[in-house]
């Protein structure tokens, strides 16, 4: 008895179809360019979440630097301090009351100085 694949096969480009949701003409429609663009949104979707942590760091550096280059410090003197203090804020938090906690933003500045 011969196997026929319909119904498999439909089960498939119907899934296929469904991760090409908002997607538009030719890649939606066809079964070939739809697969070719759902291997490629993935492959940029694994690549991104590793980039997303590279640009979050150096957005919060960026306004750290920005914050302290108000007290006269740089990035790397003010980051040297904080280690020799003890502190250990990492630069998200740094970064969070430097752009909405300015005072104790200028209180952690302090204390950097101090160690220096």
């Known amino acids: 008895m011969r196997v026929k694949r319909g119904v498999t096969t439909h089960a498939k480009h119907k899934k296929l179809r469904a991760q090409t949701k908002g997607y538009q003409l030719v890649r939606r429609a066809s079964v070939r360019q739809a697969r070719q663009a759902v291997l490629k949104a993935l492959q940029y979707q694994y690549r991104d979440r590793r980039n997303k942590k590279r640009d979050f760091r150096a957005l919060w550096i960026t306004r750290i630097n920005a914050g302290v280059a108000q007290f006269g410090l740089s990035y790397s003197a003010f980051m040297g301090s904080l280690k020799k203090a003890g502190v250990t804020l990492d630069r998200k938090i ?7 906690q300015p005072k104790a933003f200028a209180a952690v500045v302090d204390v950097a100085k101090k160690a220096k």
């Open 94 to 100: 740094l970064a969070e009351l430097a752009v909405n």
